[in-house]
């Protein structure tokens, strides 16, 4: 079973950064995406960032150039780094890892606990 925590988060001045964090454990699996989606109130819940186990990354068009992905630990954890943070940044980040696991060819996505993300004008 998987089980994913991350941390991070918080309330922070326009212009600001901040940093969440998304660690992944358990055992008989293998990772291959990770990344975060977030949701506003009122508003669907959209992809802010994903990258692959292979190195690869994608980011929403909204925070390009201001936010950065990185995977580390034997690629179960990631980092989520943001900066130039802008009031509609606020919302509900949710870490996310689709896994494989042994002798299955299916993939799982395990969901971490959602973190609040505040951006005040």
């Known amino acids: 079973q998987v089980h994913l925590v991350e941390s991070g988060g918080g309330l922070v001045q326009a212009g600001g950064s901040l940093r969440l964090s998304c660690a992944a454990s358990?055992?008989?699996?293998?990772?291959?995406?990770m990344g975060w989606y977030r949701q506003a109130p009122g508003k669907q819940r959209e992809l802010v960032a994903v990258?692959?186990?292979?190195?690869?990354?994608n980011f929403a068009d909204s925070v390009k150039g201001r936010f950065t992905i990185s995977r580390a630990n034997g690629k179960n954890r990631a980092t989520l780094q943001m900066d130039s943070l802008k009031a509609e940044d606020t919302a509900v980040y949710y870490c996310?890892?689709?896994?494989?696991?042994?002798?299955?060819?299916?993939?799982?996505?395990?969901w971490g606990q959602g973190t609040q993300v505040t951006v005040s004008s």
């Open positions: 990258a692959t186990s292979g190195g690869s990354t």
């Open positions: 358990g055992s008989g699996f293998s990772t291959n995406a």
């Open positions: 996310y890892v689709d896994t494989v696991k042994v002798g299955d060819k299916n993939t799982y996505r395990t």
